[in-house]
Each structure stands twice: as C-alpha cells, then as structure tokens.
C-alpha cells in the first residue's frame, strides 16, 4: 500500500462524472470570461508548460518582472477574475475543514504534452488553510515529497474525478506532476487535462 506524507488526503473519485460535468461547465464559463494565459518564471521569463487563469477575489500568477503573486484582477484584460462558482465553494466547505471561504481557484489547463515541476505552494498568507485539488480529464502522474526539496518522494496518479487536500502538516511538501496520460479519460473532447486549487490566501 502506498503511503502517503502526513497532511496529504488522496480521494480518488471524489466527483462523480455528472458532477465532472457540472464543474466544467463552470470552468468552461470562467475561461471564457477571464482566457487562460501563458505563465511566466520569475527573472528568466521561461514559459511554464501550463496555460492558467483563476476565479474568486484573488488570483495567482506570475511573470518575469513581478515573479509570483496574488492579484485580484486578470494580467492581460485587466478585469476581476470571475466570481466563484458555488459548486467549488460547496465543495471547499465538504472537504477543506477550513471554516473561511476559499479566495482563490487557480485554474491550470495541460496538454498531454505539459507538466509541473516540483514546487511548494507558499504564496500565501495562511499557510493554516488547506490548499484543494481537483483534477479533470486524463489522468496524470502526480508527485508529492517532503518540505525539503530533496526528501524522498511517492508518485501515485490522479484521475478525473479525484481530489488532493494538502494541508496541516503537509501544506508545505513539495509536489508537481511527472506526465500526462494521453486518452484516459473522455471529459475533456480534446483531450489534456484541468487542475483546480482552491486557496486561502489572507489570514
Ligand atoms: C496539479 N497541483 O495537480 C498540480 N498544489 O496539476 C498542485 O500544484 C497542487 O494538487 C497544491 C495542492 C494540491 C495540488
Ligand atoms: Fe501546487
């Protein structure tokens, strides 16, 4: 049996596929409203392999001249981000534990092609918040380790439907994703596959 890092929750299907649906239809909306971007790294301005954009309050983005941060408007229309559906918001009261609303939806969009380096969620101001995720479409391979970027790591994949709580004392691990699994799920027409994290940004 796979164990995992203290204060990382795998639920594997959590979302039905008629609530699968129901969340990208939303997503769907969002998009429209606010279109995904190309994130940038701090100081090379290397493109991420990902494309984002956000809903709630806050948003998350990053570029070569401001680096990581949460802002509450879209980097390219300029507009806030659109509100946040209420399917996610009852889903963060199901799962997080977390009494507070969620301020962030971070909405990462890959194509079977992309991936996500081993990172730390820590742009936040509330680190006692959880962070949630929620995965739609193909399936990926998604790595989470210790706080220390060298510590020992477990792999495990997430399939659509399924959701990832990092929190207490977890909420710092490290974690990214390895790969992408072409044609494993038929959400998502064109294949690739959608992550959301809900976030708590300010105490
Ligand atoms: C992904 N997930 O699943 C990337 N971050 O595509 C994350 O970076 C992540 O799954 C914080 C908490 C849970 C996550
Ligand atoms: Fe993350």
């Known amino acids: 049996m796979l164990v995992l890092p203290k204060g990382i929750r795998h639920i ?16 769907r909306a969002v998009v429209a409203e606010a279109p995904l971007f190309v994130p940038t790294m701090p100081k090379t301005g290397k493109p991420m392999s990902v494309r984002m954009t956000n809903c709630g309050p ?8 401001r680096g990581y941060r949460y ?3 879209h980097p390219a229309t300029g507009k806030p981000w659109p ?3 209420g399917i996610l918001m009852d889903i963060w009261s199901e799962l997080s534990g977390y009494a507070q609303e969620p301020e962030a939806c971070l909405v990462n969009y890959y194509t079977d ?13 509330d680190f006692s918040a959880p962070v949630l995720s929620l995965s739609l479409g193909n399936a990926c391979l998604f790595r989470v380790g210790g706080k220390n970027r060298n510590d020992r790591t477990v792999s495990f994949r997430l399939e659509s439907g399924d959701a990832v ?25 064109n294949g690739g596959r ?10």
């Open 113 to 125: 092609e992309a991936k996500m380096g081993l990172h730390q969620d820590r742009d936040e101001k």
């Open 194 to 203: 959608i992550n959301l994290t809900m976030r708590r940004v300010n105490s």
């Open 58 to 65: 806050l948003g998350w983005v990053t570029d070569k001249e």
């Open 83 to 85: 509100a946040m559906p």
């Open 165 to 189: 709580i990092i929190g207490g004392e977890g909420r710092l691990n490290f974690h990214g994703v390895d790969r992408i699994y072409p044609d494993t799920s038929g959400l998502l027409r």
């Open 12 to 27: 594997p299907g959590y979302l039905d596929r008629e609530r699968q649906e129901a969340v990208l239809a939303e997503i």
């Open 71 to 73: 802002q509450p408007t």
